[in-house]
């Protein structure tokens, strides 16, 4: 067996990742920190946290690969990769296919399109706009005065959902407060937020193949995929870890590259 | 810490020749601006120069004007002014860089040439070939200014060009001589008219060269270098400087095809440019491209300088038919055809489509056209979002993200 260790970290515009991989490509050290606003610090943090949980503190990785907004701040990484060459290669990783990726994160959704040999055929991102994006669940969870992690529990137990229009984070706040006015439920308004989300998702390309889902969004709120399958009719599969699956993606990039 | 690349580019020798030439075409009109010495035509960029030409006018191009406040990335901070004045920020953003240049009284030829202001006109002529905006912008000097304003209503979405629009826009052409000859206080001159048109079709010919030299593999030139070199072929359209710059330009290229020259060192990658540049960002996308050892080969954008149906020997039918064949006047079964023969000409990888969001009418990705082509021609495309001018409209990071990712996938 390889003894050697592999890093991937994923500095997203939210949080930063890194993924630990011994030489069978197992993932066997993570961690998960708010990218604040010194991000070197923040992947080397990371990486100590990562290494620990590996039962390998102190020791070196054989090599790093570096991915998401911050790629080019990670003092220890050989290599940058995108994210969107990331969320392929990780997802193909856990799900060997030809597949559709969606990846919700903090500030950018993807649509990957992968063949049955990984390699990506197609990829769109979000436009400029955030709505649709864990950034603005966080923006509607704090109008609602609701902490974010509550809001999967609460989409859940509601049998009512609001429709919500606008494309516009802050149009789509509006209308939530027009929606409290009306004396809707919280946790109605919160399913409709979750529904808002899926239709930004949808409507950015075509699902084909097999349909796979990562990226924080999903890893924090699991009543989301069960939404986009019942509205998709569609079974989604999902990695263990959703929000590590960038991570993993340029750890095993790293690997590759020894 | 990975580094990024740094770039180095080959200099273009002609590009001192294309800065004299642009220099003297604005110290020209500013000399006449403020002395009287000539008259002045505003005129839009696929507008009749020729025509101005042949009635003595000099010929300032308000688009050109528009492309270097983007460049020089003044126009974010004048576009609101013109906003104010109830100009949309959805609209045109040459238009609104303009209008709120004249209203702030700043401009890059202040800074580029120390020349205090654009000319004054004494007409604006406009052509819709481009779109209905150039009309609403030079409406608007001629209100602001009391100039008159002529033009023509070109047809748009044209499939087969037949007869009905060469004659119509050829009528058009000659149906403004009278009123153009009332401000110029001169009548048409014929021979200088056709000379113009003679010198417009030989500029168009030997700028198409200068395009298709790209075809080479590797490309000695690049869309981000076009789109500067391109400038004689947009603001001196109709006279022999024109002509002579290209003929300094195409040997120099066609010397680096022969000795294996080319802009993008190690060349990898071919891209298609389709839509307009984002003039404030030309050097950090040239700079993206060419560490990711990728040459954006060939645009619309810069095919559209080439009028190689004018004819002097028929001025205003050719002119009716230079001016409609144009690839924006098109419908979309001409726009794709287009792009599949510019596929075989110039054997790229890969389509960007930047998405201008005041540019409706040179966006081509917003009816499933990268979706078709990539079906037709088997190859990769992309779109980003952004605009020719408004960089509030441009996020940098998703674009070089989005970008980078695209050379990842044709290297997969």
């Not at chain 2, 101005?52 to 406040?69: I, Q, T």
């Given at each position: 067996m390889d003894s050697k260790l592999y890093a991937g970290v994923d500095i997203g515009a939210s949080r930063t990742k890194v993924a630990i991989l011994n030489g069978d490509k197992q993932l066997i050290g993570y961690s998960v920190r708010k990218s604040g606003t010194d991000f070197g610090k923040t992947a080397d943090m990371g990486l100590v946290d990562s290494l620990k949980m590996a039962g390998a503190a102190g020791k070196n990785v054989a090599g790093c690969v570096s991915t998401g907004y911050g790629r080019n701040n990670v003092s220890f990484s050989q290599e940058t990769k995108t994210e969107i060459g990331c969320h392929a290669k990780g997802c193909y990783h856990y799900f060997p296919m030809a597949m559709t990726i969606i990846d919700i994160g903090g500030q950018d959704n993807k649509i990957i399109k992968v063949d049955a040999k990984g390699r990506r055929i197609n990829f769109k991102m979000n436009r400029k706009c955030a709505a649709g994006t864990g950034a603005f669940l966080e923006e509607m969870a704090m109008r609602l005065d609701?902490?974010?992690?509550e809001m999967d529990a609460l989409a859940r137990q509601s049998e009512e959902m609001v429709e919500l229009g606008s494309y516009c984070t802050v149009f789509s706040g509006t209308e939530v407060l027009e929606k409290i006015r009306q004396g809707k439920t919280v946790a109605a308004i919160v399913k409709g937020l979750f529904y808002s989300v899926i239709k930004r998702v949808l409507e950015m390309d075509s699902l084909t193949d097999k349909v796979a889902m990562t990226g924080g969004v999903v890893a924090h709120n699991p009543y989301l995929i069960q939404m986009v399958e019942e509205t998709t009719q569609k079974k989604i599969l999902v990695p263990e870890h959703p929000q590590l699956t960038g991570a993993v993606g340029a750890a095993l990039f790293a690997m590759e590259a020894q | 810490m990975a580094e990024q690349k740094q770039v180095t580019f080959k200099k273009i020798a002609a590009t001192k020749a294309c800065k004299k030439l642009m220099a003297d075409h604005f110290y020209e009109l500013d000399e006449a601006s403020r002395t009287g010495s000539r008259k002045i035509a505003w005129c839009t960029s696929v507008g009749p120069a020729e025509l101005l030409r042949g009635m003595g006018f000099l010929v300032y191009f308000p688009e050109n004007h528009g492309a270097m406040l983007g460049a020089t990335r003044m126009s974010t901070d004048l576009i609101p002014y013109a906003n104010a004045q109830?100009?949309?920020?959805?609209?045109c953003s040459y238009l609104t860089s303009d209008v709120g240049s004249y209203i702030q009284k700043k401009s890059p030829l202040t800074k580029v040439?120390?020349?205090?202001?654009v000319p004054k006109p004494d007409v604006l002529v406009f052509n819709t070939n481009q779109c209905r905006d150039v009309q609403d912008w030079f409406a608007w000097y001629a209100r602001e200014l009391k100039v008159p304003l002529v033009g023509v209503h070109t047809h748009r979405d044209i499939g087969a060009i037949g007869s009905v629009q060469i004659q119509d826009i050829g009528s058009q052409f000659e149906d403004m001589v009278p009123e153009l000859e009332a401000v110029a206080?001169?009548?048409?001159?014929m021979d200088r008219f056709k000379e113009a048109l003679a010198y417009s079709r030989r500029t168009s010919e030997l700028w198409r060269a200068c395009l298709e030299?790209?075809?080479?593999?590797?490309?000695?030139?690049?869309f981000f270098d076009a789109t500067i070199h391109m400038g004689p072929a947009v603001v001196a359209r109709g006279t022999k400087e024109a002509v002579d710059y290209y003929e300094l330009l195409l040997p120099e290229l066609q010397q680096r095809i022969k000795d294996g020259?080319?802009?993008?060192?190690?060349?990898k990658h071919r891209i298609y440019w389709e839509g307009m540049p984002i003039w404030g960002k030309l050097r950090p996308l040239s700079d993206q491209f060419a560490s990711l050892k990728t040459c954006v080969v060939a645009s619309t954008y810069c095919n559209s300088w080439i009028f190689d149906q004018l004819d002097p020997a028929a001025p205003f039918e050719s002119m009716g038919r230079a001016y409609t064949e144009l690839f924006i006047v098109r419908d979309e079964p001409f726009k794709e055809r287009y792009i599949t023969d510019c596929f075989e000409k110039y054997k790229f990888d890969g389509i960007l489509f930047h998405d201008a969001k005041t540019c409706p009418n040179n966006s081509n990705n917003r009816y499933g056209m990268p979706e078709r082509l990539s079906q037709k021609l088997g190859i990769p495309v992309l779109t980003i979002n952004g605009d020719l001018c408004d960089l509030r409209c441009y996020s940098e990071e998703q674009a070089k993200t989005n970008i980078e990712a695209f050379i990842e996938q044709l290297e997969e």
């Amino acid at each position: 067996m390889d003894s050697k260790l592999y890093a991937g970290v994923d500095i997203g515009a939210s949080r930063t990742k890194v993924a630990i991989l011994n030489g069978d490509k197992q993932l066997i050290g993570y961690s998960v920190r708010k990218s604040g606003t010194d991000f070197g610090k923040t992947a080397d943090m990371g990486l100590v946290d990562s290494l620990k949980m590996a039962g390998a503190a102190g020791k070196n990785v054989a090599g790093c690969v570096s991915t998401g907004y911050g790629r080019n701040n990670v003092s220890f990484s050989q290599e940058t990769k995108t994210e969107i060459g990331c969320h392929a290669k990780g997802c193909y990783h856990y799900f060997p296919m030809a597949m559709t990726i969606i990846d919700i994160g903090g500030q950018d959704n993807k649509i990957i399109k992968v063949d049955a040999k990984g390699r990506r055929i197609n990829f769109k991102m979000n436009r400029k706009c955030a709505a649709g994006t864990g950034a603005f669940l966080e923006e509607m969870a704090m109008r609602l005065d609701i902490p974010l992690e509550e809001m999967d529990a609460l989409a859940r137990q509601s049998e009512e959902m609001v429709e919500l229009g606008s494309y516009c984070t802050v149009f789509s706040g509006t209308e939530v407060l027009e929606k409290i006015r009306q004396g809707k439920t919280v946790a109605a308004i919160v399913k409709g937020l979750f529904y808002s989300v899926i239709k930004r998702v949808l409507e950015m390309d075509s699902l084909t193949d097999k349909v796979a889902m990562t990226g924080g969004v999903v890893a924090h709120n699991p009543y989301l995929i069960q939404m986009v399958e019942e509205t998709t009719q569609k079974k989604i599969l999902v990695p263990e870890h959703p929000q590590l699956t960038g991570a993993v993606g340029a750890a095993l990039f790293a690997m590759e590259a020894q | 810490m990975a580094e990024q690349k740094q770039v180095t580019f080959k200099k273009i020798a002609a590009t001192k020749a294309c800065k004299k030439l642009m220099a003297d075409h604005f110290y020209e009109l500013d000399e006449a601006s403020r002395t009287g010495s000539r008259k002045i035509a505003w005129c839009t960029s696929v507008g009749p120069a020729e025509l101005l030409r042949g009635m003595g006018f000099l010929v300032y191009f308000p688009e050109n004007h528009g492309a270097m406040l983007g460049a020089t990335r003044m126009s974010t901070d004048l576009i609101p002014y013109a906003n104010a004045q109830g100009y949309s920020p959805d609209i045109c953003s040459y238009l609104t860089s303009d209008v709120g240049s004249y209203i702030q009284k700043k401009s890059p030829l202040t800074k580029v040439y120390n020349i205090e202001s654009v000319p004054k006109p004494d007409v604006l002529v406009f052509n819709t070939n481009q779109c209905r905006d150039v009309q609403d912008w030079f409406a608007w000097y001629a209100r602001e200014l009391k100039v008159p304003l002529v033009g023509v209503h070109t047809h748009r979405d044209i499939g087969a060009i037949g007869s009905v629009q060469i004659q119509d826009i050829g009528s058009q052409f000659e149906d403004m001589v009278p009123e153009l000859e009332a401000v110029a206080g001169e009548k048409l001159d014929m021979d200088r008219f056709k000379e113009a048109l003679a010198y417009s079709r030989r500029t168009s010919e030997l700028w198409r060269a200068c395009l298709e030299s790209a075809g080479a593999l590797p490309s000695p030139w690049t869309f981000f270098d076009a789109t500067i070199h391109m400038g004689p072929a947009v603001v001196a359209r109709g006279t022999k400087e024109a002509v002579d710059y290209y003929e300094l330009l195409l040997p120099e290229l066609q010397q680096r095809i022969k000795d294996g020259v080319a802009a993008v060192e190690g060349e990898k990658h071919r891209i298609y440019w389709e839509g307009m540049p984002i003039w404030g960002k030309l050097r950090p996308l040239s700079d993206q491209f060419a560490s990711l050892k990728t040459c954006v080969v060939a645009s619309t954008y810069c095919n559209s300088w080439i009028f190689d149906q004018l004819d002097p020997a028929a001025p205003f039918e050719s002119m009716g038919r230079a001016y409609t064949e144009l690839f924006i006047v098109r419908d979309e079964p001409f726009k794709e055809r287009y792009i599949t023969d510019c596929f075989e000409k110039y054997k790229f990888d890969g389509i960007l489509f930047h998405d201008a969001k005041t540019c409706p009418n040179n966006s081509n990705n917003r009816y499933g056209m990268p979706e078709r082509l990539s079906q037709k021609l088997g190859i990769p495309v992309l779109t980003i979002n952004g605009d020719l001018c408004d960089l509030r409209c441009y996020s940098e990071e998703q674009a070089k993200t989005n970008i980078e990712a695209f050379i990842e996938q044709l290297e997969e």
